[in-house]
C-alpha cells in the first residue's frame, strides 16, 4: 500500500514529537514533549515519539518513556540510547520514516504528516533540523531554516530588527577570538553601555550562560560563563521597564500574524533576572503576572511590535516575543521560535488566557505546519 493509500485509510493524523538534542536545554526539551503528549487530541493524531540522545542518535522512544518526564533540580531528564535508530524518508518520494532495531532489522513506521520539534537550543531551534526536513519537504512546525537561524544568533536577530525601525537594547558584541587575541578588550567592553549590563551567549537559551553584571570587575566572570556556551557573546544595556511577553501565531492561508490578546509580566520580588532556576525549577523571586495590567495604548504597541517583529525575521509557525515596556515604549528584548511548551510555560498560558487552550493549540499548530507553502 502506497504513502498516499496509508493517509487515507485513517482521518487521523501522524505527527512525530522530537525532542532532546544536543544543546544544553535537552532537558527541558524532554519535559516539554511530555507534556505535549500529554495533552495532545488522540482522536486526531496518532504520535510517534522520536528523541535525539545528547550525542546526536536519533532514537525511537516508547510513550511510556516519557511518563516520568519531569523538572527536578539537579536531575533533569534526558533521552538514552536504546540502540535504535529512526530514520527520516530518502526522498521526495516518500513521507515514510523507518527504523533501524536494536538487533539490525528495519521496519517502516508509515507516512508522517508532519514532524513537531520540541527542541530548545542550537542544533533544533537553530535551523539545523529545520533544513533537514525541507531538504525531504517534510512539514513541521515552526520557523524555516532563516528565521530560526536569525532569531537565534541575538547579534544577527538584533542588527536586522533596528535597520527595520524596531526599538532594541543598545548592546555590543563580541567573539572568544578578538578576545584571545586581546585580553584588554574586556576592560572595554562597557563603553557606551549603561549599567547593570547582561552578558550572555549569542545563540543559547532558557537564560543558559546569563550573567548580569553590575560593575566592571564582574565581567570576566561573566564573559567565562557565557563563552561556556557559544564562542560570541553579547554584551547588552540594561532597560529599565517592565518585562512583558506576547504570544504570536501564524495566521492561516497567508493572513497576517495573530497575537494574543492579553500579556504577560514577569515581576521581580527578590530576584536579580528571570535565569534558568525561576524559569524552570520554581526558585522564589519571581512571580508571573497574568494577564498583565496595561492600557489600550500599550498592548497595541507592543502586539504592533511584535507582529511586525514576526514578519520582518521570517518567522512561521509560533514565537513568543519578550519586550521591556519602557516610559518611551516597548523595547524588544528576545524573540524565542521554539519557547518553552510544558503546560504552564508563557506561551501556551498566553494563548489560554485568549481563549484557545493548550490542547487546542497544538492542533493548531500542526495544522498550520500541513497547509504551510513551499520556502521556495
Known amino acids: 500500500m502506497s504513502d498516499s493509500t496509508q493517509a487515507q485509510v485513517s482521518s487521523k ?175 572595554r567592553l562597557d563603553e557606551g553601555l549603561t549599567y547593570p549590563l547582561f552578558i550572555k551567549p549569542a545563540r543559547a537559551g532558557s537564560s543558559v550562560g546569563v550573567s548580569k553584571v553590575i560593575e566592571s570587575a564582574e565581567i570576566p566572570a561573566a564573559l567565562e560563563l557565557a563563552f561556556a556556551e557559544d564562542r560570541t557573546v553579547l554584551i547588552e544595556s540594561g532597560v529599565t521597564g517592565r518585562e512583558v511577553e506576547i504570544a504570536v501565531l501564524e495566521g492561516r492561508a497567508g493572513a497576517s500574524p495573530r497575537a494574543s490578546s492579553v500579556i504577560g509580566e514577569i515581576v521581580f520580588s527578590g530576584r536579580e533576572f528571570y535565569d534558568f532556576e525561576a524559569k524552570y525549577l520554581g526558585a522564589a523571586g519571581i512571580d508571573l503576572e497574568l494577564p498583565a495590567r496595561v492600557t489600550d495604548a500599550e498592548y497595541e504597541a507592543i502586539r504592533s511590535a511584535a507582529v511586525r517583529a514576526f514578519e520582518v525575521a521570517q518567522c512561521a509557525g509560533l514565537s513568543r516575543i519578550d519586550f521591556f515596556l519602557t516610559e518611551q515604549g516597548p523595547v524588544l528584548n528576545e524573540i524565542n521560535t521554539l519557547p518553552g511548551f510544558t503546560p504552564v510555560s508563557m506561551y501556551p498560558r498566553l494563548w489560554a488566557e485568549s481563549g484557545l487552550g493548550y490542547t487546542g493549540l497544538i492542533t493548531e499548530l500542526i495544522e498550520l505546519a500541513i497547509e504551510k507553502r513551499p520556502a521556495y
Open 13 to 187: 493524523r501522524t505527527v512525530v514529537l522530537l525532542f532532546g538534542g544536543r544543546s544544553s536545554e535537552h532537558g527541558i526539551s524532554c519535559v516539554t514533549a511530555a507534556g505535549v503528549l500529554r495533552a495532545i487530541d488522540r482522536e486526531a493524531f496518532d504520535v510517534i515519539p522520536v528523541g535525539i540522545t545528547k550525542r546526536g542518535a536519533t532514537v525511537l522512544m516508547q510513550e511510556d518513556d516519557l511518563e516520568a518526564y519531569g523538572l527536578e533540580a539537579g536531575a533533569l531528564p534526558e533521552v538514552s540510547d536504546n540502540g535504535t535508530r529512526v530514520l527520516w524518508p530518502a526522498s521526495l518520494d516518500t513521507r515514510a520514516i523507518t527504523v533501524i532495531s536494536e538487533d539490525g532489522s528495519l521496519r517502516s513506521l508509515g507516512h508522517v504528516d508532519a514532524v513537531l520539534p520540541m527542541l530548545h537550543g542550537p542544533y533544533g531551534e537553530d535551523g539545523t533540523v529545520q533544513g533537514m526536513f525541507d531538504l525531504v519537504d517534510m512539514p513541521y512546525v515552526g520557523s524555516g531554516v532563516l528565521g530560526s537561524a536569525l532569531c537565534m544568533d541575538k547579534h544577527a536577530v538584533k542588527t536586522v530588527l533596528a535597520a527595520a525601525g524596531i526599538a532594541v537594547a543598545p548592546w555590543r558584541t563580541v567573539t572568544l577570538d578578538e578576545i584571545e587575541r586581546d585580553a584588554s578588550l574586556a576592560t
